[in-house]
């Protein structure tokens, strides 16, 4: 019988989830469909449990919802339970386990595809959402030199460093001047709109990589790394295979190869 898998966004008509978990699908044998779902920005709780009582078996969390389906689990795992977010959900008699493979999937993508160690790098995460949240924990884990946190609204900022037990320091944006970085992530949902976050001129160290969670297209993030020095300038692709793989084996108990499916997008873009 087919298993109903879905991503829920708003947007989500960009994401290219059901296009990667067809694949995995394709290359584990596995029965299974997965389709993207626009959930109303007031109604996400109410699309899930739809999805739910339609048969879904498990679901995605994009943006901005990732909180909100934190909130919606009735158990989590140790990774989500420190993130305060969740990106993917699981449906059984028991309830609904939410679960945040987002920072597996960029650690593993930093380390593993691109060949960055982060241990003893200076790293700056942009942004404080969901995103965010989910990598802090497993970004911390590689034991980076330090990492610091700007958000516009630098409460959320400071939150999140108290949170993480000051292993973390948040700023705002313009306390980044005189500040220079191995490792800048952008994790806003600024390149959705077509926006840059106020970044000063001298932020990037010779030879630092730029990372945009988002993929798809060139972002103003990537543009302006490319103007500022970045050795290297890379989108979310790698990310978002590598979480997807993380959310299928949680669903399907088995793990999918994801460097045929990154070349194959990469190339496509
Ligand atoms: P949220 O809506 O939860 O968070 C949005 C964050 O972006 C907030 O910190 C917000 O700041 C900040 N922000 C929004 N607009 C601007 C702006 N113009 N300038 C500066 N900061 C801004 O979104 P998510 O955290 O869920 O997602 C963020 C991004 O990461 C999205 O582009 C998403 O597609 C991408 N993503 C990619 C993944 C991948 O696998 N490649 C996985 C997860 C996310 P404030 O707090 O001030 O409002």
Avoid: C
């Amino acid at each position: 019988m087919t298993s109903h898998y879905a991503v829920f966004g708003n947007p989500v008509a960009h994401s290219r989830s059901p296009l990667i978990h067809a694949e995995f699908a394709r290359q584990t044998g596995q029965d299974l469909d997965y389709r993207a779902i626009l959930a109303p920005l007031d109604g996400f709780a109410a699309a899930i449990a739809r999805f739910r009582e339609a048969g879904g078996a498990g679901a995605n969390v994009t943006v901005p919802f990732k909180e909100e389906a934190f909130r919606l689990a009735t158990r989590l795992t140790p990774r989500a339970e420190q993130a305060g977010a969740v990106n993917t959900l699981k449906f059984d008699n028991d309830g609904v386990l939410g679960d945040n493979t987002d920072g597996a999937g960029l650690v593993r993508d930093l380390t593993l595809n691109l060949k960055q160690p982060l241990a003893g790098k200076s790293l700056l995460l942009m942004g404080a959402g969901g995103a965010a949240r989910g990598v802090i924990g497993p970004l911390l884990a590689e034991q980076p030199g330090r990492l610091v946190l700007a958000n516009r609204t630098v409460e959320k900022a400071l939150q999140l460093a108290e949170l993480f037990g000051g292993r973390i320091s948040g700023a705002p944006y313009a306390a980044l001047a005189g500040q220079r970085f191995d490792i800048v992530i952008n994790a806003t949902a600024a390149s959705l709109k077509g926006e840059l976050p106020p970044l000063p001129e001298d932020l990037l160290h010779p030879g630092a990589l730029a990372y945009d969670m988002m993929y798809g297209s060139e972002t103003p993030f990537m543009a302006w790394a490319r103007q500022h020095g970045a050795e290297r300038v890379e989108d979310g692709l790698g990310m978002l295979v590598e979480q997807a793989a993380e959310s299928f084996f949680l669903w399907r108990g088995i793990r999918p190869d994801t460097a045929p499916v990154i070349a194959s997008l990469k190339s496509a873009e």
